[in-house]
């Protein structure tokens, strides 16, 4: 798929980290971009820098995600690429015990809901949702004869693969989207709508930008090579490549700088 000005994108988690590198990159080849997010004071000044547009979107809720893909599709038309960058995570210890009282507790089951349900099943919503628009489109014409109606780029981590302590629900809602990937893939198959998912390493990202200078320096120490944390514009170049290589589909590809993650 060519990138240019007939393509409408939407990015979820649009506002910050990933989300708001790739969808720099998407508009600076002039597509027409919507942001997904919850952060509105970030989501609309980076739609006011990129010339794009800031959708209010919670993609646990399914009115809300029917909301941002309504108002998308009507100032920008029916999108042809979706990158899913929504997402969150916590550590909690399946079951511990208190060093200090000996009381023993669990991971919280409410919390551990919590993360399936924005990691992974807000992922899928918004898969269905759009695929569903997608198939409304007439495919696109190019050298290959391929019939292309549009293009999904999800996250996952390299937790879906080397998870660490504390990290089951975290690892457990990446996993899912790894391993959904090639069903969908297959699923849309037959309409043109190709299906790749990035699982990142650590990124340099808000997430992490609040950590101590020692706690990152020892992150990008950790990376085989480069010796360094993962940036943000290298995510949104992979997604790129997803979107515009015709060839690209069903796959789960780690950009990670070669690390395996230890137990903690």
């Known amino acids: 798929m060519q990138l240019d000005a007939t393509i409408a994108a939407v990015v979820t988690g649009g506002a910050s980290g990933l989300g708001a590198a790739t969808a720099r990159r998407l508009a600076s080849h002039g597509v027409k971009v919507a942001l997904f997010d919850l952060n509105e004071a970030a989501g609309e000044a980076l739609a006011r820098e990129i010339g794009g547009l800031f959708c209010a979107v919670d993609v646990t809720n399914e009115a809300s995600v029917d909301a941002g ?44 809901d919590r993360i399936i349900q924005i990691n992974l099943v807000g992922t899928f919503r918004c898969i269905a949702k759009s695929a569903a628009g997608m198939l409304t489109l007439e495919p696109l014409v190019d050298e290959h004869g391929s019939g292309e109606r549009g293009a999904i780029v999800n996250t996952a981590s390299v937790a879906a693969v080397d998870g660490q302590m504390g990290q089951a629900s975290y690892s457990a809602s990446k996993a899912g989207v790894a391993g959904m990937t090639l069903p969908i893939a297959r699923d849309l198959m037959g309409e043109g709508i190709r299906v790749n998912t990035i699982l990142p390493g650590i990124f340099d990202t808000p997430l992490l930008q609040g950590a101590p200078d020692n706690v990152k320096a020892a992150l990008a120490a950790s990376v085989p090579f ?21 060839y690209f589909n069903g796959e789960c590809v780690r950009l990670d700088g070669a690390i395996r993650m230890a137990p903690r």
């Open 69 to 112: 893909f309504a108002k998308a599709r009507a100032a920008h038309g029916q999108e042809r690429v979706l990158v899913n960058c929504a997402g969150t995570g916590n550590a909690v210890k399946t079951a511990s015990r208190d060093k200090t009282t000996g009381e023993i507790k669990h991971f919280p089951l409410a919390n551990f």
């Open 226 to 246: 480069p010796k360094r944390l993962g940036n943000p514009a290298e995510y949104a170049h992979l997604a790129e490549t997803m979107i515009t290589n015709g």
